[in-house]
Each structure stands twice: as structure tokens, then as C-alpha cells.
């Protein structure tokens, strides 16, 4: 446990009140406990959409680093526009800076997607004022529904202009 924990490492090597014959983690997921245990020992890692929060919450509680990385990356890929600020609000009251850059580039790429959400609309305080700034500082392509649909398709529009345009020249 010490090897891959600074926490464990602390509580079995420090001076700390928990090193005793028993340890107790409170408000802990039994369930996401499991996830850590399985790799901390087997480093196998397999992390369950249900449990990606809790993890998240329990490897940065351990110290457990290449966990917390881990599960950094597993949830930003399940990031939706109804979710995002959710995982945003978790990411930042964590310390969770990899998952909050994730979130970044999400709302860059899907703006008008996360602003026309209903969990977004609900949103209000510090949080829903820092993305409407956001929002403006993203190019207006961005901020529209054609804007995540076609964003791939403009570049080759202008391939073919290029081309057409080569070729008139010859």
C-alpha cells in the first residue's frame, strides 16, 4: 500500500494519529475502495462509469498518483455537455488539474452544446459566470450548432478552393 499511497506511506512511516492496529477511511465508497485496492495490488486497473467519481475522490484522498491520473482520464472521456459542469465543479474542488484542462478543451469544442444544456441553464454563481466569460472569449463558430458538426468539413472546403484555385491558375 505504502509503495504506490503518500497517505498510506505517512500513516504507516509517520507520526500520524492512524498509525494504530486499525485503519478507518470515513465516507468512503466500499465499492471504490475495491477499484484502488485491485490496482494498488494487481495493478489492474479497470474502473467502473459508476465509480469514476468516487475514485477520483479516494485517489487523490490517497495520494495515489497514477490512480488519479487514471481516473482523470477515464472520466473525461465519459465528459456530455450535461455532465460537464458537474465534472468541472469536481475537478477543481479536488485538485484535479488534468481533468480540469479535459473539461477546457470540451467546452471549446462543444460551447453552444454545454450553454443550451438544461444543466447548465439550472446552473448559477461563481461557476456559471467564469463559463458565460468563457463563452465569449470562444470564437462565435464555436457557438454554433453547425460549428461541432462541421468543424472538419471546413477545412475541406477550403482544400477544395485551394485546388480549384491552382487549377484556374494553371
Do not use: W
Not at 38 to 52: A, C, F, G, K, V
Not at 111 to 134: D, M, N, T, W, Y
Amino acid at each position: 500500500l505504502y509503495l504506490l499511497s503518500q497517505y498510506f506511506r505517512s500513516v504507516f512511516f509517520g507520526n500520524f494519529c492512524e498509525a494504530s492496529e486499525s485503519l478507518e477511511l470515513k465516507e468512503c465508497n466500499p465499492a471504490a475502495l475495491d477499484v484502488v485496492l485491485e490496482h494498488i495490488y494487481y495493478d489492474r486497473l479497470d474502473i467502473p462509469t459508476s465509480l469514476l467519481n468516487d475514485v477520483l475522490n479516494l485517489a487523490g484522498y490517497l495520494v495515489c498518483d497514477s490512480l488519479f491520473v487514471q481516473a482523470q482520464r477515464d472520466l473525461s472521456s465519459k465528459l456530455q455537455p450535461d455532465n460537464f459542469v458537474e465534472v468541472l465543479d469536481l475537478a477543481r474542488s479536488i485538485g484535479a488539474s488534468l481533468l480540469e484542462e479535459y473539461c477546457m478543451d470540451f467546452c471549446k469544442k462543444f460551447a453552444f452544446e454545454i450553454r443550451h444544456c438544461p444543466a447548465f441553464e439550472k446552473q448559477s454563481g461563481e461557476i456559471k459566470v467564469e463559463l458565460e466569460a468563457l463563452f465569449r472569449t470562444i470564437k462565435t463558430e464555436h457557438l454554433t450548432p453547425e460549428a461541432s458538426e462541421g468543424e472538419s468539413t471546413k477545412g475541406d472546403e477550403s482544400d477544395e478552393e485551394s485546388k480549384s484555385e491552382n487549377q484556374s491558375a494553371d
